[in-house]
């Protein structure tokens, strides 16, 4: 499958709202729309599902054991943020306009 013929995630259009939330260790967030800026520095084996992330600011965060599963980033700051053993699911994930992102 090329990239272009990727589907994009299948993120529900009914979301829960969280705005300037914190990360901690075993964190998971599903069917969740994030904003604004994520508090804490680390946090290890997180798990983001079926979400979508606005405009978030995580700059220069390490992640250890970060699972995505149909995320949508959508214009996040996520320069210097280290993710380690990253697990992008499929092809459903996307990180459209956002600084940081390779």
């Not at 520095?41 to 978030?56: K, Y």
């Not at 390490?62 to 697990?87: E, F, K, N, Q």
């Amino acid at each position: 499958m090329s990239r272009r013929d990727r589907v994009g995630p299948e993120v529900p259009g009914d979301l829960t709202r969280l705005v300037d939330p914190d990360l901690d260790d075993e964190l998971v967030w599903e069917q969740v729309e994030v904003a604004g800026e994520v508090g804490g520095e680390e946090a290890s084996e997180v798990e983001i599902t079926e979400s979508r992330l606005v405009e978030v600011r995580l700059v220069g965060a390490h992640l250890d054991d970060v699972r995505l599963i149909d995320v949508a980033a959508d214009g996040c700051d996520l320069s210097g943020t280290i993710l380690w053993t990253p697990c992008w699911i499929g092809s459903t994930s996307s990180t459209a306009g956002c600084r940081g992102c390779n």
